[in-house]
């Protein structure tokens, strides 16, 4: 099992650029996320799909967008990148139907807007 | 507003030595609350507390929880140099996690 992947690892976009950060998992999770981690921030949720088909925003949707593909994928897209955006994008996924579960982390992305 | 809290923010000791970490939290609907420990890439899970007062252990780690005054610790004894990470403490609400900033742990030989 590959778990969590992510790719790219690294991308460096210039301000208004777009692009799409990919993510799967091989471990029939329901729930997925999306997360961004500033220095001395934590991680912060920008949107999460907690199952198949359903879409939210998190704490920080401004300025992306996400499509849950199927089960296992679950892309976020930025449609013009700002140097607010620089930031390492972590995906997330966990079962759910039970009432306490763990996160499983990708190995992130680190996105560099110029 | 969902809040959590870690104290401190940094934390430099010597090989050896035992060190605790906080985490403070106010959500609305507790589910659990979960250590994560972070070396150069994605969070690893540590432990999971549900219950107040019981210890969950693994090795050198330890954490308990305290539900009513809403706090965590997780203590680290005969701390060796690949403990040397960030430790993140997140707690579940309704239906998301809320990270703390993380506390980042440096472990001098």
């Known amino acids: 099992n590959a778990g969590v992947t992510q790719t790219p690892k690294f991308q460096v976009l210039k301000t208004g650029q777009s692009m799409t950060l990919q993510c799967a998992q091989d471990?029939?999770?329901?729930?997925m996320y999306w997360y961004r981690q500033d220095p001395g921030m934590g991680l912060r949720l920008i949107y999460y799909?907690?199952?198949?088909?359903?879409?939210d925003k998190g704490e920080v949707p401004n300025g992306y967008n996400v499509s849950r593909l199927n089960k296992r994928e679950f892309s976020l897209r930025l449609e013009s990148a700002a140097p607010s955006q620089t930031s390492v994008y972590f995906c997330a996924s966990s079962v759910t139907g039970q009432s306490l579960y763990e996160q499983y982390f990708g190995p992130g992305t680190r996105l560099t807007v110029t | 507003e969902d809040k959590v809290v870690q104290s401190p923010l940094s934390l430099v000791v010597h090989e050896g030595d035992t060190v605790t970490l906080n985490c403070s939290y106010e959500v609305t609907n507790f589910r659990s609350l979960l250590w994560y420990k972070q070396e150069k890439k994605a969070p690893t899970f540590l432990f999971m507390l549900?219950?107040?007062?019981i210890e969950k252990k693994s090795g050198r780690l330890s954490s308990i929880l305290d539900k009513k005054e809403l706090f965590s610790i997780l203590n680290i004894t005969a701390t060796q140099t690949g403990d040397s990470a960030v430790y993140l403490c997140a707690v579940q609400g309704a239906q998301k996690l809320v990270f703390g900033q993380g506390t980042r742990l440096t472990i001098n030989p």
């Open positions: 471990m029939n999770h329901n729930s």
């Open positions: 549900t219950s107040s007062g």
């Open positions: 799909s907690a199952s198949e088909g359903t879409t």
